[in-house]
Each structure stands twice: as C-alpha cells, then as structure tokens.
C-alpha cells in the first residue's frame, strides 16, 4: 500500500480501478523501413488519421448531447488540427521521403509545428498547444493499434493524469469517470472548477503520479484530504467504503435542502447563489437551490473558440440565461482574462507577472471597443431580466471611472441604434487590497461590491492562487483578509450598498458565518457547496455569527481563527 498526498478540489470518495493517462510524446520511435514497406506503412498513417476522425465526431455528438453545444465545439477545432494538411502532407511525405516509420514522422512534423507555437509554458498560444496534444495523443495511440484511452473509458475508473485540458475534462463520461488525480493545478484551476461542475471527485498536484500507477491498481480518492491511497489494505478498503456511503446519503439528505429556506435560527434570510462558468450549468441551480446567479464568470464563453463572440451572439447567450431564471436575479461578470485564462484569439501577449498584469478590467481598458461591445450585449440582455454588471479587479479610482464613461457612451449609442436596452446597476469585484482600502470612495461610485476572496488572497498574502508548493499560505482566515473586508463591508453600509461574496470562501459554511457576522449580506458559490452551507446556516443564529466575527481579530493566525470559529460553531450546533 502506498498513500500519495495532494490537494482535494472536489469533494467526495472514488473507489475503483486506475487507467492511467501516460504521454506518448518523446518516447523514441526513431526507426527506418524497407522501401518495399512503404505503402503500409503510409495507409498504416491514413488508417490512424480516419480513425481519430471517427473517435473525435462520435465523442463530440456524445458531449453536445450530455454537456450542451459550448462543449462540443472543443471537438470541431480537434477535427480542423487533425485534418490540418502540413501535419497530413508532411508526415507522408517524411515516410516516403525519409523512410521513417510513421509515429517517427509524424513525430517530428508535429514538434516541428509545436515549436512555431512558441515555448512550451508560453500562454500564448497555450489552447493550440493543448489540443493539438490531445489530437495526436489519439493518432499515436490509433498507430500503436491501441483504442486511445485519452477520452474513452469503457468501464467506470479514476483517471490519472499529469494534467487535463478543458477540452478533456469536458469530455469524461461522468457515469463512467468516477474520480481524477492529476500531476499540476490547484483548488481554482479549470480543471478544479469543472469537476465540481460535474461532481467528480478530484485531487491536484500529486507529484509525478503517472509514473507510480499502473493500469486496473485498485485505488482510493478522498477528494476532501487530497489523498490517494494505492493497493489499500481491506481493512482501509472497507473503512473507505462506508466513509464513501455516508457521504452520498449525505448529499442525498442535501439535495432535499434545496426547498428549504435559508435563514438562520434567530429568522435572518441570506440569500445563497451560484457561481456558474458556462449556460449549461444553469440546471444545478434548482438541483441545489440556488435564488439567482451571483457570479456569471463570462470569460468561458470566450475560450477554446477560434473567433471572438459578437454582440449579437453575446446578446443572445446571456439573453437566454436570463430568460430560464425568469425573474432570479444574475451578476455579470465583463471579461476576466489574464491571469491564468488566456484566449488565443485575443493574442494577449506572454508576460513576466500574467497576475500582476493586464487582466480583467486593465485589459478591458486596453481594448475599448471590444469592452464596449461586450458592455452592449450586457445592457441589451438586462432588458429581458435582473441583471446586474460586475467589473472585476478595480485597483484603482480611474478605473471606475473610465468604466462608468464607457457605459453612459454605449447607452447613447444603443439608443441611436434605436435598441432596446436597460441602465443596469453596476458593481465591483473587491479582490485587490488596494481596492479595499479605499472602498470608501469607491463605495460611492457602485450600486454593489462583491468580495472576489480567490484573488484578495492571492493579492494579499502574496501568493500565486494556482501554485500547489505554497498553498499552506493560502489563508481565508487570515487576520489581513478579514480585516479588508470588515472595512470594505463597513463602508459599503456607510452609502447603503449591499456586498456579496464570490470566491470560494463562501462555499466553507465556517467561513461563510464569520463573513456574514462581519455584515457581509449575501453569498454566492459554486452550486453543489449550497447545502452545506444553508445547513450550517439553519442551525446557527445571527447573533452568534455577530459574536463570532467581533472575537476574530483577538487572534493573530489564521490557524486560530480557525480552530476558535470550529469549536464556538460546534459548541452551538449541540445546544
Ligand atoms: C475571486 O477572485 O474570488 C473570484 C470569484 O474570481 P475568479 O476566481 O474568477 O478570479
Ligand atoms: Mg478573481
């Protein structure tokens, strides 16, 4: 038995059989072959291709049917690298000429095709590199006379993997996929927040785990401790087994939540919404029962396409949520791209601090008209429901400012245009200290401030949120954090602005009290973190989270908050 540790980003235990997902890239097929063998080995080549074909098309109508039209198009770019005439043409032309065998030639086309990609790591053109890596993972393995396992499983299993494109993660059945681990990526990677879209256990950054799995070794996942235990003992097998049953009873009990009403003991309502990345994941609201959207993060709309959405498709996207909430209210979130999200189609180029760099509304403001047509489509949907704009990471007053210009500019023009559209209330991510610390200014200019915790920590504490070496500094309970947003909350009150909360420290029903004794009015997280959340609320009175948050600042580690909220929640919670 062997116990790996890592970062559990999904709760849940998977109990099962490994199929590992090991690269294929760099191993040496360096060989030549006799003249005569030539043909073969050129139809061996076209055979691979025809059969990734297959494979791609019939996973792609597999994934628009389950996951919606967003997913599938992932698959529509696969076929367009795959059927690429250089990386055809050449390859053939390498075997014929070079008499090299064809996962040697096609080999070296691709490298050389991934080199005028850029360095690997370069975010550039991260999103190419990626899929054309998950298409020829495919033809490598359809020449190896292998079914490529890099999507399809044919009976239920943990993937282990070094790391999983969007396009993969999408793409696992999640009947049949019932937990990942993987080699890179932290609790706010895209990797993370899509299983927990889709409920699959998951745990990240387990050092070099696809080189100590083999294929069919029994393991166990715990998603919540971020373990992965190998070859368990029975005696742990069966402790796990009934960990894993209490679990989804559970979440059973949870899911019965959802109809009641989320106020505390002493009768104060809070309201609980979602977080949600993609339109599709609009079902999990009442699943969960959420009250509205608290967090539409756009910029998923953006990725994995080759051309930028207009106004009119915009239009109609965010129409169209808003039309299935019918008169649930949803926050917008205008383009957070940097950081860690890069959409090739933009040509953002490679920076040294992509962090600490033009993200968000910095590159909004670097690209006028395309915020402006975005901020359109934002005003034009409003007509049709209650929806409110966010602008993420405000550092500064002029930002604000500029933001506030641009709108009043794209309502006149929307008029001239004679298009219906609505003056939407407008607030602003507080997720940069700086922003915090002059909330009180800023608090005058917006109608809302939504506390953006995944990157105030990040900001605050001076710590990169997807590096998995220092995640022990990634702190909520930081006296720091709480003490930014107790003064952006308090000045919010001043000019009677409502806050919210975003990040994901909503979703720990611990934190999610203190942060509402500190006078925060509203939650929002992603949809399966609701239940847990309401329970602890149902059971706790208002006047105790008050209490709780006056004490916090007595402390001075994030480890002592911790452990004094635990204990004073629990003590509570058996009276
Ligand atoms: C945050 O920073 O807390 C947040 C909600 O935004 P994102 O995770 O998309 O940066
Ligand atoms: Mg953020």
Redesign the pocket.
């Known amino acids: 038995m062997k116990i790996f540790q890592g970062i559990g980003v999904s709760p849940g235990i998977a109990i099962g059989n490994v199929s590992v997902i090991k690269s294929r890239f760099n191993l040496s097929y360096q060989g030549k072959i006799q003249a005569k063998n030539l043909p073969h080995e050129i139809e061996k080549f076209k055979g691979a291709l025809n059969l990734a074909e297959k494979e791609i098309l019939a996973t792609q109508k597999n994934i628009t049917k389950t996951l919606g039209e967003k997913y599938g198009e992932i698959f529509a770019m696969h076929l367009l690298l795959l059927k690429d005439k250089v990386l055809q043409e050449e390859t053939i032309k390498s075997i014929k000429n070079d008499g090299f065998v064809a996962e040697y030639a096609f080999q070296r086309v691709l490298n050389k095709i991934l080199e005028n990609l850029g360095k690997k790591g370069d975010t550039l053109f991260e999103d190419e590199r990626k899929d054309l890596f998950d298409v020829a993972e495919k033809v490598f393995s359809y020449l190896n006379r292998e079914k490529s396992r890099s999507f399809i499983i044919k009976e239920k299993a943990i993937i282990a993997a070094h790391d999983l494109s969007p396009s993969q993660t999408a793409a696992f059945n999640p009947e049949l996929t019932i937990g990942f681990v993987t080699e890179i990526g932290s609790a ?1 990677s895209h990797t993370a927040i899509m299983a927990k879209a889709l409920e699959i256990p998951a745990v990240v950054g387990v050092d070099d785990i696809t080189k100590q799995l083999e294929d069919e070794q029994t393991v166990i996942l715990d998603g919540f401790n971020g373990e992965l235990i190998v070859e368990p003992t029975s005696a742990l097998l069966g402790k796990y087994k009934e960990k894993q049953k209490e679990y989804l009873k559970k979440r059973k009990n949870l899911y019965m939540t959802k109809g009641l009403v989320s106020k505390t003991t002493d009768g104060k309502r809070i309201s609980l919404m979602a977080n949600i990345e993609l339109p599709e994941e609009i079902h999990t609201l009442v699943k969960y029962g959420a009250e509205g959207i608290g ?1 539409y ?1 756009t910029e998923y709309l953006f990725l994995n396409r080759r051309n930028m959405p207009s106004e009119e498709e915009q239009f109609h996207s965010y129409k169209k949520v808003l039309l299935l909430l019918r008169d649930k209210p949803m926050v917008i979130r205008t383009l ?1 791209i940097g950081g860690d999200k890069f959409i090739s189609e933009l040509r953002t180029p490679t920076e040294l601090n992509p962090f600490l760099g033009n993200r968000a509304i910095r590159f909004c403001l670097s690209q006028i008209e395309f915020f402006k047509t975005q901020l359109k489509a934002m005003m034009r949907a409003g007509y049709y429901g209650d929806l409110r704009i966010l602008i ?1 990471m405000i550092s500064i007053f002029e930002e604000i400012k500029k933001t506030k210009e641009l709108i009043k500019e794209c309502a006149s023009e929307l008029k001239k245009d004679g298009k219906k559209f609505r003056e939407l209330p407008l607030g602003i991510m507080i ?1 940069v200290p700086s922003a915090a610390l002059i909330s009180d200014i800023l608090a005058k200019e917006v109608d809302f401030f939504s506390f ?5 920590i990040q900001y605050t504490i001076a710590v990169d949120r997807v590096n998995e070496k220092i995640s022990y500094l990634y702190q909520p309970f930081h006296p720091a954090i709480l003490k930014l947003i107790k003064i952006s909350v308090d000045n919010a009150k001043k000019c009677g602005i409502k806050t919210s909360i ?3 420290a909503a979703s720990i029903p611990e934190i999610a009290c203190v942060l509402l004794g500190l006078g925060v009015d509203e939650l929002s997280m992603s949809p399966s973190a609701i239940p847990d959340v309401k329970q602890l609320l149902r059971k706790t009175s208002f006047k105790k989270m008050t209490e709780i948050a006056g004490k916090v600042f007595e402390f001075s580690t994030h480890e002592e908050i911790h452990n004094y909220v635990k204990k004073t929640l629990n003590e509570r919670g058996k009276k």
């Open positions: 706010t967090l993060r957070d993420p997720e953006g915790t995944n990157d105030l975003c990040g994901e």
